[in-house]
Nanobody, 122 residues
Framework: QVQLMESGGGSVQAGGSLTLSCSASGYGFSDYYMGWFRQVPGKERERVAIIYKSATSTYADAVKGRFTISRDNVKKTLFLQMNSLKPEDTAMYYC????????????????WGRGIQVTVSS
Protein backbone atom coordinates (compact mmCIF):
# COMPACT_ATOMS: atom_id res chain seq x y z
CA GLN A 1 0.00 0.00 0.00
CA VAL A 2 1.30 3.45 -0.93
CA GLN A 3 0.38 6.64 0.89
CA LEU A 4 1.04 10.10 -0.49
CA MET A 5 1.15 13.43 1.26
CA GLU A 6 1.51 16.81 -0.42
CA SER A 7 3.15 19.86 1.14
CA GLY A 8 4.40 23.28 0.12
CA GLY A 9 1.18 24.90 -1.02
CA GLY A 10 -0.04 28.30 0.05
CA SER A 11 -0.79 31.78 -1.19
CA VAL A 12 1.46 33.79 -3.46
CA GLN A 13 1.18 36.85 -5.66
CA ALA A 14 1.17 36.57 -9.42
CA GLY A 15 4.68 36.15 -10.75
CA GLY A 16 5.81 34.36 -7.63
CA SER A 17 7.01 30.80 -7.11
CA LEU A 18 6.09 27.79 -5.03
CA THR A 19 7.48 24.28 -4.79
CA LEU A 20 5.13 21.42 -4.03
CA SER A 21 6.41 18.18 -2.56
CA CYS A 22 4.74 14.79 -2.41
CA SER A 23 6.18 12.30 0.05
CA ALA A 24 5.43 8.62 -0.44
CA SER A 25 5.45 5.70 1.91
CA GLY A 26 5.58 2.07 0.88
CA TYR A 27 7.67 0.03 -1.52
CA GLY A 28 8.59 0.37 -5.14
CA PHE A 29 8.55 4.14 -5.54
CA SER A 30 10.90 4.04 -8.52
CA ASP A 31 8.59 1.60 -10.35
CA TYR A 32 5.77 4.12 -10.61
CA TYR A 33 4.80 6.76 -13.09
CA MET A 34 3.99 9.91 -11.13
CA GLY A 35 2.12 13.08 -11.78
CA TRP A 36 0.57 16.28 -10.57
CA PHE A 37 -3.05 17.16 -11.20
CA ARG A 38 -5.15 20.15 -10.20
CA GLN A 39 -8.80 20.89 -9.77
CA VAL A 40 -10.91 23.98 -9.36
CA PRO A 41 -14.37 23.63 -7.81
CA GLY A 42 -16.95 22.94 -10.47
CA LYS A 43 -14.39 21.89 -13.06
CA GLU A 44 -12.85 18.59 -14.05
CA ARG A 45 -9.50 17.59 -12.67
CA GLU A 46 -6.69 18.65 -14.99
CA ARG A 47 -3.40 16.90 -15.65
CA VAL A 48 -0.51 19.27 -14.94
CA ALA A 49 2.63 17.18 -15.39
CA ILE A 50 3.71 13.56 -15.60
CA ILE A 51 7.15 12.11 -14.93
CA TYR A 52 8.08 8.69 -16.22
CA LYS A 53 10.18 6.10 -14.46
CA SER A 54 13.01 7.19 -16.74
CA ALA A 55 12.54 10.79 -15.51
CA THR A 56 11.19 11.91 -18.88
CA SER A 57 8.50 14.47 -18.22
CA THR A 58 5.50 15.95 -20.01
CA TYR A 59 3.49 19.07 -19.24
CA ALA A 60 0.14 20.58 -19.94
CA ASP A 61 0.38 23.45 -22.40
CA ALA A 62 -0.90 25.85 -19.73
CA VAL A 63 2.15 25.29 -17.53
CA LYS A 64 4.86 24.43 -20.05
CA GLY A 65 7.96 26.53 -19.51
CA ARG A 66 6.83 27.62 -16.04
CA PHE A 67 6.50 24.38 -14.07
CA THR A 68 9.08 21.63 -13.59
CA ILE A 69 8.32 18.16 -12.28
CA SER A 70 11.05 16.05 -10.72
CA ARG A 71 11.44 13.02 -8.53
CA ASP A 72 13.90 11.75 -5.93
CA ASN A 73 13.60 7.98 -5.82
CA VAL A 74 15.90 7.69 -2.80
CA LYS A 75 13.85 10.09 -0.71
CA LYS A 76 10.59 8.82 -2.28
CA THR A 77 9.53 12.35 -3.04
CA LEU A 78 7.91 14.00 -6.05
CA PHE A 79 8.31 17.73 -6.67
CA LEU A 80 6.62 20.42 -8.69
CA GLN A 81 8.53 23.67 -9.04
CA MET A 82 6.08 26.38 -10.07
CA ASN A 83 7.44 29.68 -11.36
CA SER A 84 5.77 32.74 -12.87
CA LEU A 85 2.53 31.79 -11.22
CA LYS A 86 -0.71 33.20 -12.59
CA PRO A 87 -4.12 33.61 -10.93
CA GLU A 88 -5.43 30.87 -13.22
CA ASP A 89 -3.02 28.44 -11.53
CA THR A 90 -5.16 28.70 -8.40
CA ALA A 91 -6.45 25.21 -7.61
CA MET A 92 -6.20 22.22 -5.34
CA TYR A 93 -3.12 20.28 -6.42
CA TYR A 94 -2.89 16.50 -6.11
CA CYS A 95 -0.04 14.10 -6.61
CA UNK A 96 -0.76 10.64 -7.97
CA UNK A 97 1.07 7.57 -9.07
CA UNK A 98 0.39 4.34 -10.89
CA UNK A 99 2.32 1.45 -12.33
CA UNK A 100 0.54 2.03 -15.63
CA UNK A 101 1.05 5.26 -17.59
CA UNK A 102 -2.29 4.99 -19.39
CA UNK A 103 -4.29 5.03 -16.17
CA UNK A 104 -2.30 7.87 -14.67
CA UNK A 105 -2.53 9.91 -17.90
CA UNK A 106 -6.32 9.98 -17.73
CA UNK A 107 -6.38 10.71 -14.03
CA UNK A 108 -7.21 7.24 -12.84
CA UNK A 109 -4.03 6.47 -10.93
CA UNK A 110 -4.20 3.95 -8.15
CA UNK A 111 -2.82 6.24 -5.46
CA TRP A 112 -3.63 9.85 -4.69
CA GLY A 113 -2.68 12.39 -2.10
CA ARG A 114 -5.30 14.40 -0.26
CA GLY A 115 -4.44 17.55 -2.13
CA ILE A 116 -3.01 20.92 -1.21
CA GLN A 117 -4.31 24.38 -2.02
CA VAL A 118 -2.39 26.84 -4.17
CA THR A 119 -3.80 30.35 -4.40
CA VAL A 120 -2.33 32.99 -6.70
CA SER A 121 -3.55 36.55 -6.28
CA SER A 122 -3.33 39.24 -8.93
Amino acid sequence: QVQLMESGGGSVQAGGSLTLSCSASGYGFSDYYMGWFRQVPGKERERVAIIYKSATSTYADAVKGRFTISRDNVKKTLFLQMNSLKPEDTAMYYCALDLTLDRLWVGRGDYWGRGIQVTVSS
